[in-house]
């Protein structure tokens, strides 16, 4: 007799739960054998991304961006060799064309190849459109849009040239780049950043289209509000919080292991049919909660 929560292939024999699907998890089964990049892991959602994919299997290479970002860098290899895994720590301005080259060919030479590129890293400069500057407005796209397309290049050239390994996974290799939910919600205040992930938004679905011939799949995670240093002002005190929680509709702030799951799930084979697309992690912010009771 099967509970209708248990999932698929769940079932229960003498009173004790067989979970195939939490076995091959735990086991790290599911990226066994694959090496992945996650950029601007020393912190937050890149962090959590990076601890999830070794947990899954992966090597990961912990990308930070400074000296400052260093012992973040540290303690997130840690956990990813606490968890059985392995990888190393590698500086690297994703804005800068021949940092990021250096980056590749330094993860060549240690590993062979890369199999999963998470492009994260990102940054808000926010001023009203009035009062921003053309540095703000560059900063951003230089390091948002640009570094997100930087580091996709020389995943797809490597992905390319070494195509589908038997037994590996069933791709040439998976991109992740990370979006918001600002690629659709317009925000005043934030024109720099609204741009960047609406920028990313077509820069993944157009590199998908060229890609996916060579079984290279390219998706974006979306994130909604995740408590992070990136938006600390909006949910650090009870009273932001409450007023952060009217725009989602599921009724709690996320957290960056909400968005390291499905980013274990767009890097495995598990979605291997998926590209091109944009998964929302966003507990309903693009919902439009405000016609909910208005209009
Ligand atoms: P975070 O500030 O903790 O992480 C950003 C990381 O990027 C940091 O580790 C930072 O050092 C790194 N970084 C910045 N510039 C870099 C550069 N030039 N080179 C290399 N690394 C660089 O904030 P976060 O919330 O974890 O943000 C991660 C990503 O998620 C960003 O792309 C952000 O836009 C996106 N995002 C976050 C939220 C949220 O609510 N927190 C929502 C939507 C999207």
Redesign the pocket.
Known sequence: MKAPWLHHGAFFFAGILFDPLEENLAMGKLLDGQIALV????????AAIAIALGEAGAKVVV????DK?LN?AEEVLEKIKAAGSDGFIRQ????KEEEVRAMFAEIFSRYGTVDIVVA?????QDASLLDMTLEQWNKVIS??LT?QFLCAREAAREFKRRGVVEGRSRAAGKIIC?????EVIPWSGHVN?AAS?GGVKLLMQSMAQELAPYKIRVNSL??????????EDAWDTPEDEKKLLELIPYGRV?V?EDVAKAAVWLASDESDYVTGTTLFVDGGMTLYPGFADNG
């Open positions: 950029t601007g892991s020393s912190s937050g959602i890149g990308n930070h961006h400074s970002s973040g690297c301005d994703i804005s994260n890293a990102g940054i808000q390091t948002n570094g990370m979006s918001s939910v600002h950043y992930k979306a994130p909604g509000a995740i408590k992070t240093r990136i938006n996320g960056p």
